[in-house]
């Protein structure tokens, strides 16, 4: 018998870490585990997760959400980074330690979901999923502060010495000892990622924790290869070019995405060989006249609200490009695979995880666009070369990341914490025992 699991996440939404989170419930419910889900916003009809449900409920809900975001724009830094200081008191321990379940599996908590004295008041076994940095660092989700000319991932000094900055890292600090004061007992952690699980080895919150490297579900039912000219068709593109596809959420504003390394990929492209054979798909951003001029024609697809039309696009593309300079496990390069799409982005952070270079795409020196350009070309240049690496993509993806075979790797892991868990309290109970 397995571990009754409770899911607890800011959102049951269909984006980013929302979505893993909501995925991994609605699988372990499929394969018969006893699953539920405990949000603070919720979306859509899902009758079986747990959130606000009257008015007062939505509405203090909303407060908070509101006043996470407030916090995060008085204490972020210009370029739109994300942090979570978690201050307001939540009381969401106490209903947790009260539910019939055995093991809790938190996601992302950010933006004052719950407090970081509530969390540590779970009495229960705790399995956390670092989907971000925010579990195991200080207030940041990721690093940020990422240097103008491209050539780092690391923080622009100069960036650092903005009176701003100092203001963040200072509130950083803080929310890092708030965190190892209330965490004073060791917790299980999920990483998507190898490099996640490098960043807990690393860190003054969280090293000693047990760790566990399981990447996040894709649903391989639903992300699969389908016929690329019905895709096209479903979106009036009528190309029988070839279709280089990135897309993510604010993706030309937000630096860790890398919009504008993309941009400047396609400047490259443009006198790579294959450019007359190139077309430009950008998803999750609608055609406007403030969009920067591409040397490509270029097909803008608005925001996304549905996982069928995102398979859809994955499907119409012939790459797709994750430019990232910071990611954990990115899902648009594990998805779109999944869809027999190979994926070009650059050897760092999580990415390696995603791509096995030159099998099921290309992984580019950090952030050399003329690699990127060199790599895309490699794929696109060789119709054997292409249909190689699309059907690898999907063999890999089916093997590394479909629901049979990630579900059981967190149930082992949920079953080895509540075991530890139990162990613990037998020793503590004999110490009692003895000291009497």
Not at 356 to 366: E, M, Q, S
Not at 415 to 434: D, H, P, T
């Amino acid at each position: 018998m397995w571990p009754k699991v409770l899911v607890v996440s800011h959102s049951n939404g269909e984006r980013g870490a929302y979505k893993a989170a909501s995925l991994l419930y609605r699988h372990l419910c499929r394969q018969g585990v006893n699953a539920q889900m405990l949000v603070r916003v919720m979306e859509g009809n899902d009758d079986s997760t747990i959130g606000p449900v009257t008015r007062l409920g939505k509405w203090v809900s909303m407060l908070r959400d509101k006043s996470g975001v407030a916090l995060q724009r008085l204490f972020g830094s210009d370029d739109g980074n994300t942090l979570s200081l978690n201050v307001l008191p939540s009381r969401w321990s106490a209903k947790i330690n009260s539910m019939d379940v055995d093991v809790v599996n938190l996601q992302w908590v950010g933006q004052e979901t719950l407090s970081i004295r509530d969390i540590g008041r779970i009495e229960k076994p705790v399995v956390w999923t670092s989907q971000d940095l925010w579990p195991i660092s200080g207030a940041r989700h990721y690093e940020y502060g990422y240097d103008d000319n491209h050539t780092s991932g690391h923080r622009s000094k100069a960036h650092a010495n903005t009176s701003g900055e100092r203001v963040s890292v200072a509130v950083d600090k803080w929310v890092k000892r708030r965190k190892q004061h209330a965490w004073n007992r060791g917790m299980s952690i999920v990483c998507p990622s190898r490099w996640m699980a490098d960043q807990v080895k690393l860190s003054e919150v969280a090293r000693s924790w047990h760790i566990s490297v399981i990447p996040n579900v894709v649903d391989t039912g639903l992300f699969k290869p389908l016929r690329k000219q019905f895709c096209r068709e479903v979106f009036n593109i009528n190309t029988t070019k070839k279709l280089v596809t990135c897309g993510a959420y604010n993706l030309l504003r937000d630096l860790r995405k890398g919009g504008d390394l993309f941009i400047s990929l396609l400047d490259k492209l443009a006198s790579h060989a294959i450019a007359s054979d190139i077309e430009i798909c950008i998803f999750g951003q609608a055609e406007h006249p403030g969009n920067p001029k591409l040397p490509f024609r270029t097909h803008w697809i608005p925001r996304i609200y549905d996982q069928q039309t995102l398979a859809l696009i994955y499907n119409l593309s012939d790459i797709v490009v994750v430019p990232s300079r910071e990611d954990n496990l990115p899902q648009v390069g594990t998805e779109a695979q999944a869809c027999g799409i190979p994926v070009a982005g650059f050897n760092c952070t999580g990415m390696p995880d995603v791509v096995d270079h030159r099998k099921t795409g290309y992984l580019a020196k950090p952030f050399d666009m003329d690699d990127m350009a060199h790599g895309i070309g490699w794929m696109l240049e060789s119709r054997e070369r292409y249909g190689a690496l699309s059907s690898e993509a999907r063999s890999r993806a089916v093997q590394l990341w479909s629901p049979q075979v990630v579900i059981p790797q967190y149930l082992k892991t949920f079953q080895e914490a509540v075991e530890r868990c139990n162990s613990l309290k037998g020793i503590n109970a004999q110490s009692l025992v003895s000291s009497d």
